[in-house]
Structure formats: C-alpha cells, structure tokens
C-alpha cells in the first residue's frame, strides 16, 4: 500500500514526467517529421498520432516503469521506421528513445541497460538508411550521410546511457553511505548504553555501598571504636577495587579495536564470595544457595550472572539496610536460573534519593534480552525479589 504522505511527490513527479513527455515529443514530431506540410494527407496525420500518443503516454510512467516504456517507445520508433521505408510516411523519432533510453539505464540492472543499449541500435540504423531507401540522397552522398549520421546519434546515445548509468552508480554509493553510517551510528550508540552498564556497575553500586558503610559507621562511632576502624577499613579496600574496576575500565576504552564487553572487568559467578562478604560487613545477612551441578559458561553469560546478583544485593543494601536476611538462589539445568530475593526487615525504611540512578534493573534486563533470558523484579512478601534466567551461552549472533 502507497505511504500516504508520499503520494502528492508522487503525483508532481508524474506531472514533471508528462511534461517532458510532451517537451520530447513535440520536437520528435516536427523535426523528424512535417505534420504541417501541404502535400501531408490525413492519414498520415492520423498515422503520426498512432507514433507519437503511445510515446507521450509511456513516457509520463518513465520511473515507475522504465523498462517496459522502453519497450514501448522503441516499439513505436521501429514501427514508425520501418513504415517510413515502405512508404512516403517520413516519420523516424528519435528523442523520445533517448529519454527513455536513459531512464532505463538510470533505473534498470546492468543486463537490461546494455540490451536497451544494444536495441537502440536498431532504430538508429533505420533513421539513417531511410534517406537513402527513398532515395532523397544521391549516391554520391551517401557515403557521408552515414558517416554524419554516426556522428551524430553515436555521441548523444552513448552520453544518455552513460549519464543514466552514473548517476545509478552516484545513487548506489550514497545510499551505501547512507547505510554505513547508519550502522556506524548505532554501534556507537550500542557502545555507549554497554559504556553506561560498565560504569554503573563499576561506580554506581561501588558508591551507594561505600555511603552506605559510611553512614552506619557515622551512627555507630559513639559507642563502638572498634567497628568504626573496621567499617572504614571496608569502605577503603571498597573505594580501591572500584578504582581498580574503574582504571581497567579506562584503559580499554582507550583500545579503539576492543569492544566495551570484551575486557570490561572480569567477574563472573566465582567471584560471588567477595560480594557477598561485602554485603554482609553492610550488616546484611544474606546466604548463597547453589542447585544443580555448575557448567562451565562463556565469559559473556558469567559476566551477567554476576552483574544481577552485584545489582540486586546493591539494593538490598541501599532500600532495606542492615538487619535485612536475603539469600541468593543459583539453579544449574538445561539454563542457568538466578534468584535474589529480601525479606525488606532492615533498619533502612527509604534509601537516600541520590543514591539511585533509576538504569539499574533497565541495564540489568537490557543486558538479559541480548541474550535471550528473562528478568523479573516485583515486590515479594515485604520485600523484594529478582529472578533471571540465562541460556549456558549467548546465541551466535551475540557472541559475533
């Protein structure tokens, strides 16, 4: 069905066409033909119509149709030569044949443009015998009349076709062009959404738990000295590993050749203690459950695995505070099943505002879909859960 909006440019295309139909035409009937003249009869006249109407008719539909207008106007070019040939008619167009000659060499495939190319040969060797089939030229003059016929059609022919042919080559590279910066575009844009992950996951999180340990810290040095040195101690060696996360993270985007996920901190599921204990000197009291026997998982799937759980338990720190119980569920089968779940019981009614981005959980099932699983995250009982499931490795098109 025709685009709404394209049809008023598609109908002042048809009226540029029909005018230059009739432009062509009308020099095609008078300078190769004198419908005027005194000794032309009516049927000649009405002969003259049956060439030029289909020519006037074809030619409007030009684009939309190049190859059969072709068609059509060389049908009527060789007809009207051939009945010159056999009688006084006198009509041998030629015109009309070179627009549409160029419309099919602009529009059409190679093979079609070089057999219009070849056929127009036709027409042309018609156009110059004529004269000397009738007789009008003496024999003395024949010889040149070829020759200036050659030099005449041979030029301009060539230079229709070749125009129509460079200016599909010059609209084949744009539209090249056009596609690849397109592509361009959209890994650049891919690039920077797979920038904005690392960076929450690096910064984001590493930030909102190293406030967290400061705040219980603030709350607890009145009456415990020793927790506040340990406490701060945390918050340290929190602040180093995201500066280490956050240098590695700089140095590749620094390798243009290297994509984002290639090298942007490998953690995966093995890394889950660390992140846990983390959680618990938070003063969360979370537990790891694993089901199922453990397979081995492409980089890739392991790096998500663990950016769920590191986002999840994130939240739990920032939005139900310590005293909260939590646990992480990991179930091995024919996929890789995730579950975070809290039970909301901290001492932290409502997180800080500032401490959320509000892309956490978006990044987290962004990155989920691009390999093919599934994330949920609802309230649960008066707390919260996240469940994912993720295929063992990513489908081929994401690991290309």
Not at 188 to 216: F, G, P, Y
Not at 304 to 324: C, D, F, M
Request: glycine content about 8%; proline content about 6%; charged content about 20%.
């Amino acid at each position: 069905m025709t685009d709404p909006a394209r049809r008023p440019w598609s109908r002042t295309v048809t009226a540029q066409d029909a005018a230059l139909a009739l432009a062509v035409t009308v020099p095609d009937v008078f300078f190769y033909a004198t419908p005027l003249a005194p000794e032309v009869n009516g049927r000649d006249q009405l002969l003259l119509t049956a060439f030029a109407l289909p020519e006037v008719v074809a030619l409007t539909f030009r684009r939309r149709w190049p190859t059969a207008v072709f068609a059509v106007v060389w049908a009527a070019a060789v007809g009207a030569a051939l009945l010159s040939l056999d009688s006084d008619f006198g009509f041998t167009p030629f015109f009309g044949l070179l627009i549409a000659l160029y419309s099919v060499a602009r529009l059409g495939a190679r093979p079609v443009a070089l057999t219009a190319l070849v056929l127009t040969g036709l027409p042309v060797a018609l156009g110059i015998w004529d004269p000397i089939a009738t007789g009008a030229v003496r024999p003395d003059r024949q010889t040149a009349l070829v020759i200036s016929g050659i030099a005449f059609y041979l030029p301009i022919t060539a230079v229709a076709w070749g125009a129509g042919r460079w200016i599909r080559s010059a609209a084949v590279a744009a539209e090249r062009d056009r596609r690849e910066l397109a592509l361009a575009r959209r890994a650049v844009r891919n690039e920077r959404v797979q920038i904005a992950r690392e960076l929450h996951d690096i910064v984001a999180n590493a930030v909102a738990v190293i406030v967290m340990r400061a705040d219980t810290a603030r709350s607890t040095a009145p009456t415990d000295p020793g927790r506040l040195a340990a406490t701060l101690g945390d918050i340290e060696e929190l602040g180093r590993n995201a500066m280490a996360e956050l240098r590695r993270m700089l140095r590749l985007l620094r390798t243009a050749d290297v994509p984002v996920a290639d090298g942007a901190g490998r953690r995966g599921l093995a890394d889950l203690g660390l992140l846990l204990d983390d959680a618990r000197r938070a003063g969360i009291l979370i537990d790891l459950e694993v089901h199922g026997h453990p397979a081995r998982l492409d980089d890739s799937v392991d790096l998500t695995a663990y950016r769920l759980v590191q986002e999840a338990v994130t939240n739990i720190i920032k939005h139900s505070g310590p005293g909260s119980h939590a646990a992480v569920r990991i179930r091995w089968s024919e996929v890789l099943a995730l579950e975070v779940v809290d039970d909301g019981a901290g001492r932290r009614p409502e997180a800080p505002r500032e401490l959320s981005t509000g892309h956490g959980l978006l990044g987290l099932a962004e990155r989920i879909a691009l390999f093919g699983g599934e994330l949920t995250a609802s309230p649960y009982l008066s707390g919260f859960r996240v469940t994912a499931t993720l295929p063992l490795s990513p489908p081929p098109a994401t690991a290309g």
